[in-house]
């Protein structure tokens, strides 16, 4: 989840995903109302949630972020720098089992399109 949340918040900033510390503020991001608002909408669709512009003050880094979307959907989110249990074992940039099926419950739902979905999915060359 939490590398999910950090490649979406690089493409919301127009930047790379390593310049997206996780424990940093998103404030100290750059990440400003307008833009918190799509990150949000973001995080709603792909979770199924329906959140406020304001999670992003009451949790803010994209770590504490990841802890709250995962006590409220019930997913298991590694401690920061662990190693979350991914479909397929492989590490690097593999998907974990949990937010695999936060995308398939979004599309299922019809919060996001599968192309949506793709996106979000690590590429593979």
């Known amino acids: 989840m939490l590398g999910t949340l950090r490649e979406q918040l690089a493409e919301t ?5 390593h310049d997206i510390d996780t424990a940093a503020s998103f404030n100290s991001l750059g990440l400003d109302s307008i833009l918190g ?3 949000v909408a973001f995080v709603n669709n792909a979770y199924g949630l329906k ?3 304001g999670v992003l ?3 803010p880094s994209l770590e504490a972020l990841a802890a709250h979307i995962a006590a409220r959907t019930g997913t298991a989110e590694p401690a920061a ?3 979350p249990a991914t479909a397929g074992g492989a590490a690097g940039g593999a998907v974990s089992t949990a937010e695999l099926d936060a995308l398939l419950a979004a599309v ?11 996106q979000l999915l690590p590429q593979h060359g």
């Open 13 to 17: 900033l127009y930047c790379d995903i």
């Open 37 to 39: 608002a799509e990150f």
């Open 51 to 53: 959140e406020k512009a």
């Open 57 to 59: 003050y009451d949790h």
């Open 81 to 83: 720098g662990g190693a």
């Open 108 to 118: 299922r739902d019809n919060r996001l399109t599968v192309e949506q979905a793709l």
